[in-house]
């Protein structure tokens, strides 16, 4: 789920996480660390120093301070943002995806959907890719699941068993990410889709097998 408008530069450029964006577009010192070290209230347009070339990094409302101090187990609040910031996620339900399509902060515009074929992904980059069974990236009650570094867990490792008799198996695995990028973003595309909220209102590129 990106920024309407995203997709062209996706397509060009990759998925680029945060800190694959910053380092693109030159951003260093105090700058730097007040979009990749700490939460973000708003979304921050960058930059690229050279090119003129922009981008939109969002927000992360729903990473509360106080609550995320309160459940990091062996992590600062930089660490873990750091760490947050260094990946690229994917939602691996339909469910998900549609709720924070129509959630307050994103439901009144457009998004650019990309759905991607996860064999594909998983065959190419699972070097790179990590299964976690929480929203790392949402602290919004008291309660939120402790976190620290081992709740990113490569594929190999990963305990399913154990996560679907914690959470079920509708449950069991919540995010997919990938550290730093994910380049090439067509070769594993299926579709793109121009949504709001639950309607799509275009197709902006689908695969040769889709159409």
Same mark, same amino acid.
């Given at each position: 789920?990106?920024?309407?408008?995203?997709?062209?530069?996706?397509?060009e450029?990759?998925?680029?996480?945060?800190?694959?964006?910053?380092?693109?577009?030159?951003?260093?010192?105090?700058?730097r *660390?007040?979009?990749e070290?700490?939460?973000?209230?708003?979304?921050?347009?960058?930059?690229d120093?050279?090119?003129?070339?922009?981008?939109?990094?969002?927000?992360?409302?729903?990473?509360?301070?106080?609550?995320?101090?309160? /459940?990091?187990?062996?992590?600062?609040?930089?660490?873990?943002?750091?760490?947050?910031?260094r990946?690229?996620f994917?939602? %691996?339900?339909?469910?998900?995806?549609?709720?924070?399509? +129509?959630?307050?902060?994103?439901? /009144?515009?457009?998004?650019?959907?990309?759905?991607?074929?996860?064999? $594909?992904? *998983?065959?190419?980059?699972?070097?790179?890719?990590?299964? $976690?069974?929480?929203?790392?990236?949402?602290t919004?009650?008291?309660?939120?699941?402790?976190?620290?570094?081992?709740?990113?867990?490569?594929?190999?490792?990963?305990?399913?068993?154990?996560?679907?008799?914690w959470?079920?198996?509708?449950?069991?695995?919540?995010?997919?990410?990938?550290?730093?990028? %994910?380049?090439?973003?067509?070769?594993? +595309?299926?579709?793109?889709?121009?949504r709001?909220?639950?309607?799509?209102?275009?197709?902006?590129?689908?695969?040769?097998?889709?159409?």
């Amino acid at each position: 789920m990106a920024e309407a408008g995203a997709w062209q530069q996706i397509r060009e450029q990759g998925l680029l996480s945060t800190t694959a964006l910053l380092d693109r577009y030159g951003y260093g010192g105090k700058e730097r *660390v007040s979009i990749e070290s700490w939460p973000r209230p708003q979304i921050i347009t960058i930059h690229d120093r050279i090119t003129g070339a922009t981008a939109q990094v969002r927000d992360n409302k729903p990473l509360r301070l106080k609550f995320l101090e309160a /459940c990091l187990t062996d992590m600062t609040v930089q660490q873990w943002c750091e760490l947050l910031n260094r990946k690229v996620f994917f939602w %691996v339900s339909q469910e998900r995806l549609e709720t924070l399509l +129509s959630a307050r902060a994103y439901g /009144c515009r457009p998004h650019d959907v990309i759905t991607i074929d996860t064999r $594909a992904l *998983v065959e190419r980059d699972i070097s790179k890719l990590t299964l $976690a069974p929480i929203n790392t990236g949402a602290t919004l009650y008291p309660t939120a699941t402790p976190r620290g570094s081992e709740t990113f867990i490569p594929i190999d490792d990963y305990p399913l068993t154990q996560y679907k008799r914690w959470r079920g198996s509708r449950d069991a695995i919540v995010e997919l990410a990938a550290d730093y990028e %994910v380049q090439h973003i067509e070769d594993i +595309s299926v579709r793109v889709e121009r949504r709001l909220r639950d309607t799509t209102v275009d197709v902006l590129w689908q695969a040769a097998t889709e159409q």
